[in-house]
């Protein structure tokens, strides 16, 4: 992928172009991680709890992380009184 310039606002935001975001599944809320190796900056996604979780229980309970929210969800009507 070729490199992307983006600018800096004043107060340090940097806007994420679109077509990344959607690559990337990043969304409002999601978290990112920035590492700083000599002179660049490297940014990577944080897995969410769901995702993490949905990795760990693959063949039990779902294969996406909305299949898990489903298996939760389920879980909690069935324990409520």
Same mark, same amino acid.
């Given at each position: 992928?070729?490199?992307i310039?983006?600018?800096?606002?004043?107060?340090g935001y940097?806007?994420?172009?679109?077509?990344l975001?959607?690559?990337? %599944?990043?969304?409002?809320?999601?978290?990112i991680?920035?590492?700083?190796q000599? $002179?660049?900056?490297?940014? @990577?996604i944080v #897995?969410s709890?769901?995702?993490?979780?949905?990795?760990?229980?693959? %063949?039990?309970i779902?294969d996406?992380?909305?299949?898990?929210?489903?298996?939760? $969800?389920?879980?909690r009507? @069935?324990r409520? #009184?």
């Amino acid at each position: 992928m070729k490199p992307i310039s983006v600018t800096v606002s004043d107060r340090g935001y940097v806007v994420l172009p679109a077509h990344l975001r959607k690559e990337m %599944k990043i969304t409002s809320g999601s978290r990112i991680l920035i590492n700083k190796q000599k $002179d660049k900056l490297i940014l @990577e996604i944080v #897995p969410s709890f769901t995702t993490k979780l949905s990795g760990l229980t693959e %063949k039990t309970i779902g294969d996406r992380p909305e299949s898990v929210d489903q298996f939760i $969800d389920g879980e909690r009507e @069935e324990r409520l #009184p």
